[in-house]
């Protein structure tokens, strides 16, 4: 099922695993990573956040860490997710699905140069 | 408080979400609810919430686990049913919208097969009844009770067909004959048409007591079926409904009946079992010969509710024991109300209190003979001269309305009330086939009051109220009238 269920990415899969790529995180910090990566038009709420988690881990895609706390939120021990090889693989070729079509998109004139 | 509304609505994911992630999505609630303080923030933070909610939790209930799948094989004990789980995919659009049209077309199809394609067999035609209510015995007063032991070859008949137990009956009693099915939906043809008209003509030229009008009636019926006036009638219930009509456009006697019975008629009448006899007397004892009440109300009013008329021999003391109660009142309420009928023997006894001599009843189904007549003065009773009410419903029928006729007839009693049922059961059954039969009366009992009496018509109150004011208005009545004195 996850395959399916990932064929084609989902926005909010995608965008997790792009939040995964520069640090592990929690599920609070993915949440920020995403809103702040897509300049606040994505809020992820904790039902399609931790859904999404779910089906990524089933997918090997990303992977659960020790448990930890965040200095920053108080003490309270968080479970971390870090991403596989597998998902930055995924990650990296849906990258390039979107620059391919951002590359015909540019050249149909529809965006400017300077977006990529 | 936020917390604990989001906590309640996290109930409405699959529990397996909740064990799974409920402790992370209420850790990542609170940690949003610390940073975004503030009105519009926070507004903010419950639109994603809640919008967030709509989403996911359809999409939760679709998903299944892959490991389920696997886990239904080796959780299944040998021999012990259990649901696998065939397919490691949620349900497609189209898979529900299939399975949603073909649950629509099994429920139709049941529907229909049920309505139309089974016989409805009611409930009290499986059931034999063990206990029947008073006066159902040998009453010749009601319409549910069975023939007599000495009524043999014949039943009485009222307005109605008689209800036949003969579905219930054939599993504990041999029946005559080969047993005939019930008639589901079937049409009259001309030769039944014709076996029914023949059979009514000589059964009505054999017994009915006025031998002119019985000539002249049987004639009418065959006339009109050689002028083709019932070709058209197909249906039973029309058909003897159209006989009925024919036979009394020559005579006007509203005790004479063709009647129909979609459940077939039993070939000879069914006398009670010394069971039902038993089971009777039981009944009688458990229910207190159906004397239901028995009060002396406020002004010295007395009160006595009978809901049947039962058997003279099992009751007398009880009926006895009642009335003398009330012999000291200065008037007396019979409330009627729920009295279904029975024996006329009983309707006589309670009467006689009511008078200083000796008074006629008419019964219309017996002739009259001395036990027309009431056993008055009852020794010691002082209730000859008091006061009389009768309550009455559209629920008073048979015996209870000779009750009521009688008393109103004489002015010995006031009715107070609803017009009672019209139940005179005043012929006696013949059956003609399977399915027809033929009231008439053998007898032609004398009425000394009126042309007609309550059959079909009912008995018509001296105070119409519905029946349950009946009660107040009486006493209002009896109190008004005490105090004239």
């Known amino acids: ?116 | 408080m936020s917390e604990k509304i989001y906590a309640w609505l996290l109930r409405l994911y699959p529990s397996r979400f909740r064990e799974a992630h409920g402790e992370d999505a209420l850790q990542l609630f609170r940690d949003r609810a610390r940073a975004e303080e503030g009105f519009l923030l926070r507004l903010r933070l419950w639109f994603d919430l809640l919008s967030d909610l709509t989403l996911s939790v359809p999409r939760e209930y679709f998903h299944v686990q892959p490991q389920l799948a696997s886990l239904s094989a080796h959780l299944r004990p040998d021999g012990v049913p259990s649901f696998c789980v065939l397919a490691n995919e949620s349900l497609g659009p189209g898979a529900l919208l299939f399975g949603g049209v073909l649950s629509f077309a099994a429920l139709v199809t049941f529907s229909v097969l049920l309505n139309h394609g089974v016989r409805h067999v009611p409930l009290n035609a499986l059931i034999r009844p063990t206990q029947r209510s008073a006066g159902a015995r040998s009453s010749p007063f009601d319409s549910s009770a069975p023939p007599t032991a000495n009524n043999t070859g014949q039943e009485t008949i009222g307005s109605k067909p008689p209800e036949q137990p003969e579905i219930a009956a054939t599993s504990s009693r041999p029946n005559h004959g080969a047993a005939p099915k019930p008639r589901v939906n079937a049409k009259l043809d001309a030769t039944e048409r014709r076996r029914v008209i023949d059979g009514a003509a000589a059964i009505l030229e054999k017994d009915y007591f006025d031998r002119d009008n019985a000539k002249k009636m049987a004639a009418a019926l065959r006339a009109h079926e050689k002028n083709g006036d019932d070709h058209a009638v197909t249906d039973g219930p029309a058909f003897a409904a159209l006989l009925t009509q024919q036979m009394r456009e020559v005579s006007p006697d509203r005790h004479l009946t063709l009647a129909y019975s979609e459940a077939p008629l039993a070939q000879h009448p069914i006398a009670p079992t010394p069971e039902d006899l038993a089971g009777y007397r039981k009944a009688m004892k458990n229910q207190h010969c159906t004397f239901e009440e028995v009060a002396i109300l406020p002004h010295n009013i007395g009160y006595l509710k009978l809901n049947s008329f039962p058997d003279v021999s099992l009751c007398r003391a009880t009926a006895a024991a009642a009335m003398d109660s009330l012999n000291h009142t200065e008037a007396v309420i019979f409330d009627l109300r729920d009295n279904r009928g029975g024996e006329p023997a009983m309707v006589s006894f309670l009467a006689a209190y009511l008078f200083d001599h000796p008074e006629y009843l008419y019964n219309p189904r017996e002739n009259t003979t001395e036990e027309s007549w009431t056993h008055s003065p009852v020794p010691g009773n002082k209730l000859a001269d008091k006061p009389a009410y009768v309550l009455t419903s559209s629920r008073t029928l048979s015996g209870a309305e000779q009750f009521c006729y009688d008393l109103k007839m004489l002015k010995r009693a006031t009715l107070v009330g609803e017009t009672t049922g019209g139940g005179a059961h005043a012929g006696v059954w013949h059956r003609i086939d399977d399915h027809f039969g033929i009231g008439i009366p053998e007898t032609k009992a004398i009425n000394p009051y009126s042309k007609t009496d309550w059959a079909e018509i009912g008995v018509e109150p001296d105070v119409q109220v519905q029946a349950a004011y009946a009660l107040g208005t009486a006493k209002e009545l009896a109190l008004a009238q005490l105090r004239k004195k």
């Open chain 1, 1 to 116: 099922m996850p395959k399916q269920k990932l064929n084609p990415l989902p926005s909010a899969a995608f965008q997790i695993l792009l939040a995964l790529a520069g640090e592990d995180l929690h599920g609070y910090g993915i949440m920020r990573q995403v809103a702040e990566q897509t300049g606040g038009r994505m809020r992820l709420g904790p039902g399609t956040l931790y859904s999404s988690i779910q089906t990524l881990l089933e997918a090997k895609l990303i992977e659960e860490t020790d448990a930890r706390e965040d200095a920053k939120l108080g003490n309270e021990r968080r479970r971390y997710y870090r991403l596989t090889s597998a998902g930055r693989k995924l990650a990296r070729s849906e990258a390039e699905r979107f620059a391919c079509l951002l590359r015909v998109a540019r050249s149909k004139k529809i965006l400017r140069g300077e977006y990529v």
